[in-house]
């Protein structure tokens, strides 16, 4: 029952980080109906530069709260660079700058900061108040991070104005231009905290994975599954999708096919997905009048 309880525990855990990522997707998805396939080589680069602040001699959360702010001016810088001159392209050339992006991003991380593999510390000590017989002190301070990151994120969308612009100018562009909105700066800032976000979830895998330029690979395809689970037009939904996600993989890898194989499973939901449930549990059907 320990055992079971620890899997549980832990996939919550992990989960919620497969969850942010795919609520990074959910938003460029939402601002530019194409898929980022370049998150998780963001975030990578994100999580090199954590790395080499606490080189030089940051502390741990001022590094962190650097490279989130760098992070958001990055991803802004992306859409705005990049992005932008092509959002009325055709679909395959989208495609192809996401690509671009990736072994953009992915030779960077390799040129810069080498491919050798790197450790990253955790902010939490072990044997500190955060660990118990059930899970890591990094496990749950991870976990506490991320819900505060997507709580944060929830407020910031649900309360304040510029959240609610975003909102518009993701769901209704046009509406959105008729009352004012910038609808271009609101996109830009949707990369931004989708820039960040991937950061955070960076920070958080990279102390038990280790650090390389690969290391956001197999990250990104569970942030993947747990988008289209939860619905990729449903930000809400990713976050669900992730915690499913994560406890599927703890469970079926512990007693069922093994750690060897656990990748299978986020493959299995994505095509599973795809296949009987395209619009994901919390998605929303679209009809086009035509």
């Given at each position: 029952m320990d055992a079971l309880l620890h899997q549980i525990v832990s996939g919550l855990a992990t989960g919620c980080i497969y969850g942010s990522i795919g609520l990074a997707l959910v938003m460029i998805y939402q601002a530019t109906h194409h898929i980022n396939f370049a998150q998780g080589e963001i975030a990578t680069f994100s999580t090199f530069i954590a790395w080499a602040l606490l080189q030089q001699g940051f502390g741990y959360w001022s590094a962190f709260l650097l490279t989130v702010g760098v992070s958001f001016v990055g991803g802004v810088a992306i859409q705005r660079l990049i992005v932008r001159p092509v959002e009325k392209a055709p679909v395959l050339t989208n495609v192809i700058v996401f690509i671009g992006l990736v072994v953009i991003f992915n030779s960077l991380s390799?040129?810069?900061?080498?491919?050798?593999?790197?450790?990253?510390?955790?902010?939490?000590?072990?044997?500190?108040?955060?660990?118990?017989?059930?899970?890591?002190?990094?496990?749950?301070?991870?976990?506490?991070?991320?819900?505060?990151?997507?709580?944060?994120?929830?407020?910031?969308?649900?309360?304040?104005?510029?959240?609610?612009?975003?909102?518009?100018?993701?769901?209704?562009?046009?509406?959105?231009?008729?009352?004012?909105?910038?609808?271009?700066?609101?996109?830009?800032?949707?990369?931004?905290?989708?820039?960040?976000?991937?950061?955070?979830?960076?920070?958080?895998?990279?102390?038990?994975?280790?650090?390389?330029?690969?290391?956001?690979?197999?990250?990104?395809?569970?942030?993947f599954a747990a988008a289209l689970l939860g619905g990729i037009d449903n930000p809400a939904g990713a976050v669900i999708g992730g915690l499913i996600v994560g406890v599927l993989e703890n469970l079926l890898g512990a007693y069922v096919i093994g750690t060897e194989l656990k990748l299978t499973v986020a493959l299995v939901l994505i095509v599973g997905t795809l296949t009987l449930k395209p619009n994901g549990l919390f998605g929303k059907q679209v009809v086009t009048r035509v």
């Open positions: 390799g040129w810069i900061f080498d491919y050798t593999i790197k450790s990253f510390p955790s902010p939490f000590a072990q044997q500190g108040p955060l660990s118990s017989r059930y899970f890591s002190a990094h496990e749950l301070g991870s976990f506490l991070v991320m819900l505060c990151v997507l709580l944060a994120l929830y407020a910031f969308f649900r309360f304040t104005p510029v959240g609610l612009a975003m909102r518009a100018a993701a769901q209704n562009p046009d509406s959105a231009r008729l009352v004012g909105i910038r609808v271009s700066w609101m996109l830009a800032m949707g990369w931004g905290l989708a820039s960040a976000i991937g950061a955070v979830a960076g920070m958080m895998v990279a102390p038990t994975v280790f650090l390389d330029p690969n290391m956001m690979a197999g990250i990104l395809i569970y942030g």
